[in-house]
């Protein structure tokens, strides 16, 4: 079995790897795809750094961290605009009422993507990549051999605060579902990363994970899009009630169906350091 040590200089060489791969193609080509790709190479790799600074916290990941995720945050409001996009083009058949929101969404996108365009051309990585360097020095002459405890103490801490904030969920506040979403994603990002070194760990419990994310995340995709159809003018949307309806019914049928199975957030995880895992538990 990989060690610890092994497991994650190797992610941090093939993250990093395949953000720079990522970032020069979406430099050459500039398609949606393209740049979902680069988002998504950045989110792991800010993933692992986050991860290695809540095992050894250090001056140099913490400021690493930031960087990389204030590069991240400037995907999101193109990536909520573009979620709305597909939305509104399975619907808009039977909505017609969507077009002016449709028009307005095309036009954010529009000038997002030409200032995302701008800000990628004039990234400059070189103190990204300084420390880069350096967290992968410090890792080639690491000589702690028991990196497992740390490891495993990391994820269990992100689960509790998982758990935690579930207890809090008010169905009539979304906002509470949010918070848990936001955990579990840090969560989940760390069983990505450090599940090879978990003898008997289900490989279906990465889809599952990703699965129950999803499942939060169309709630809060239906949040932002009623929010949106705020910003839209009156004028250009007459008659706004048949579209808000059709949404707020969305909205309400994505909270139940999370509603019914967010306890199986058990099954991913230990509840505590000295109980066992799940998968572990004979039936």
């Known amino acids: 079995m990989i060690t610890p040590n092994q497991l994650l200089l190797e992610a941090l060489e093939k ?15 500039f398609s949606n795809e393209a740049v979902h790709d680069l988002r998504v190479a ?29 590069q991240l945050d400037e995907f999101d409001d193109l990536r909520d605009t573009q979620v ?7 619907t808009i058949h039977d909505l017609p009422g969507l077009e002016p929101l449709q028009r307005h ?25 300084r420390r880069i360097r350096k ?3 410090a890792l080639t002459a690491e000589t702690k051999t028991e990196w497992d405890a740390p490891l495993l103490q990391s994820v269990d801490d992100a689960f509790q605060i998982v758990r935690q904030r579930l207890t809090l969920v008010d169905s009539s506040q979304p906002a509470t579902i949010h918070r848990v979403r936001v955990a579990f994603k840090k969560f989940r990002y760390m069983v990505e990363i450090i599940h090879p070194l978990l003898e008997g760990f289900p490989e279906a419990n990465l889809k599952r994970m990703n699965e129950y994310q999803t499942l939060m ?8 899009l ?12 007459p008659n706004p009630q048949p579209v808000r309806r059709h949404y ?14 967010k306890d199986i957030l058990a099954a991913f995880w230990r509840a505590s350091p000295e109980e066992p895992f799940p998968w572990e538990k004979t039936p």
């Open 15 to 29: 993250r990093w790897k395949t953000f720079l791969a990522e970032l020069k193609r979406c430099r050459a080509e």
């Open 42 to 70: 950045l989110r792991r790799l800010l993933s692992l750094i986050q991860l290695l600074n809540s095992v050894e916290p250090r001056p140099r990941l913490r400021k690493l961290s930031r960087a990389l995720k204030i």
């Open 84 to 90: 709305m996009l597909a939305e509104i083009s399975e």
């Open 105 to 129: 969404l095309e036009r954010r996108e529009k000038r997002l993507l030409k200032d995302l365009r701008k800000k990628l051309s004039k990234l400059d990585l070189k103190e990204t990549a």
């Open 135 to 137: 967290t992968h020095d």
């Open 217 to 224: 995340g169309e709630i809060q995709d239906m949040d932002v």
């Open 226 to 237: 009623l929010q949106t159809l705020t910003e839209v003018e009156p004028a250009s949307l």
């Open 248 to 261: 707020e019914s969305r909205h309400t049928d994505a909270i139940s169906a999370y509603l019914q199975v």
